[in-house]
């Protein structure tokens, strides 16, 4: 069973960069195409960024995209988002999530409907 474990979160002031990580085990992420979310106080989850299993094809959603940088290392069962030019919109609940290759369109979307792991949740604050 896939475990998911978000990491780097924390306040950060507006402007700055922070980096977060999702760590796997119980299986390997090469066989997962890899999603970011995240979920503001009163709004619904929204996915932001996503990589296929190769890390061939990435996508983001217009509010973070020339801002967020999503990369994968398969050897360290590893998934990063460097969050760059950080605005105090981007406070929310960060969550990383794994789908199998074949469910998603990368290019399509990262608001993926469905979703088969889940990370916990790591929340970050952008400070004005």
């Known amino acids: 069973q896939l475990q998911l474990v978000e990491s780097g979160g924390g306040l950060v002031q507006r402007g700055g960069n922070l980096t977060l990580s999702c760590s796997a085990s119980?299986?390997?992420?090469?066989?997962?195409?890899i999603g970011w979310f995240r979920q503001a106080p009163g709004k619904d989850r929204e996915g932001i960024s996503c990589i296929s299993n190769t890390g061939a094809r990435t996508n983001y959603a217009d509010a973070v995209k020339g801002r967020f940088t999503i990369s994968r290392d398969n050897g360290r069962n590893m998934v990063v988002l460097q969050m760059n030019s950080v605005e105090p919109e981007d406070t929310a609940v960060y969550y990383c999530a794994a789908n199998s290759e074949s469910i998603v369109v990368i290019s399509a979307t990262c608001n993926w409907r469905y979703v088969e792991h889940w990370g916990q949740g790591i929340p970050v604050t952008v400070t004005s």
């Open positions: 119980g299986s390997s992420l090469s066989h997962y195409a």
